[in-house]
């Protein structure tokens, strides 16, 4: 079986999607699973996942609902709002939803990374959610991965996921900015609580000039690097569809992990990789 742990869904609208500009015009639509399956199918994926793309309430109970009308899809990941005076309600009534699986915030585009993982009422929220054995994925930028250390170390109750390997820069190479990344990313893999998706690289590239071969050896670098410190139990594969559109195609995309996968783990690694880890981790039934 396969699973893709990371696709985004959106009935477009300009003013919730600030960070789709004018050069991104694929973006700039409607995104369902529907638009997405022939392509899931062609790669021989059996379901997905559908991530959080907007840090609004009404996220989860959009992906949700989409969840409930797409089999296929088996499980959410939504947005939460920490400060809401009933958090602790909210959870437990979208907690009866048999696909919540957890939670995200969009971190990466916080000012001070630091300043928000340390509110309190932040730490009082990854607690009830631990508790409710809920996930929490975790995305930052590579040069953000230090500020997020002492947080995924403190909630060690139940699963956190590092997105897309901390998006290390693909665009300019840079030897010091590769060795800072690996370094931190060696002390996030020694928490046995993290699991890491082996996602969106591909616009960590050059996107806007097209995927070049050299751009796929270092994405596979990169994925050699994550499967050496997390080990193949606490990998787990993503398109980041449709954003992974900006620069490949789905079926680009999937091969370039099948291609890894393929040459670098065993056949029980790939059901560990494709399936296994995720269903262990966000407690997906299938």
């Known amino acids: 079986?396969?699973?893709?742990?990371?696709?985004?869904?959106?009935?477009?609208?300009?003013?919730?999607?600030?960070?789709?500009?004018?050069?991104m015009p694929v973006l700039q639509q409607d995104r369902s699973p529907a638009h997405v399956r022939a392509c899931m199918q062609n790669a021989g994926v059996d379901a997905c996942m559908a991530v959080q793309a907007r840090c609004v309430s009404e996220e989860t109970d959009y992906l949700l609902s989409l969840a409930s009308q797409n089999p296929g899809l088996i499980g959410v990941v939504g947005w939460m709002d920490f400060n809401h005076p009933q958090v602790r309600e909210q959870v437990a009534a979208w907690a009866q939803h048999p696909k919540l699986c957890g939670f995200r915030h969009i971190l990466q585009d916080e000012p001070s990374v630091s300043a928000w993982v340390n509110q309190a009422t932040v730490a009082q929220g990854l607690r009830l959610l631990q508790q409710q054995q809920l996930s929490y994925d975790v995305l930052v930028f590579a040069h953000q991965l230090s500020e997020v250390q002492d947080f995924c170390q403190q909630h060690d109750q139940h699963w956190l996921v590092l997105d897309h390997v901390a998006k290390p820069n693909l665009k300019t190479p840079d030897a010091a900015q590769d060795a800072a990344w690996f370094a931190q990313l060696k002390h996030m893999a020694r928490l046995p609580h993290v699991m890491c998706k082996l996602s969106g690289l591909v616009t960590e590239a050059n996107w806007q000039r097209g995927l070049h071969d050299a751009d796929v050896s270092a994405i596979h670098q990169r994925f050699d690097q994550a499967l050496s410190v997390f080990g193949a139990q606490r990998l787990m594969y993503g398109s980041d569809w449709p954003v992974c559109e900006l620069a490949a195609s789905y079926a680009r995309v999937h091969g370039i992990a099948q291609d890894w996968?393929?040459?670098?783990?065993?056949?029980?690694?790939?059901?560990?990789?494709?399936?296994?880890?995720?269903?262990?981790?966000?407690?997906?039934t299938g």
């Not at 079986?1 to 999607?17: E, R």
């Not at 996968?261 to 997906?284: H, I, P, V």
């Open 1 to 23: 079986m396969k699973i893709d742990t990371h696709q985004h869904f959106w009935s477009y609208q300009l003013q919730d999607f600030a960070w789709i500009d004018a050069s």
């Open 261 to 284: 996968a393929n040459t670098r783990l065993s056949r029980d690694e790939q059901a560990a990789f494709w399936s296994g880890n995720a269903m262990r981790c966000y407690g997906l």
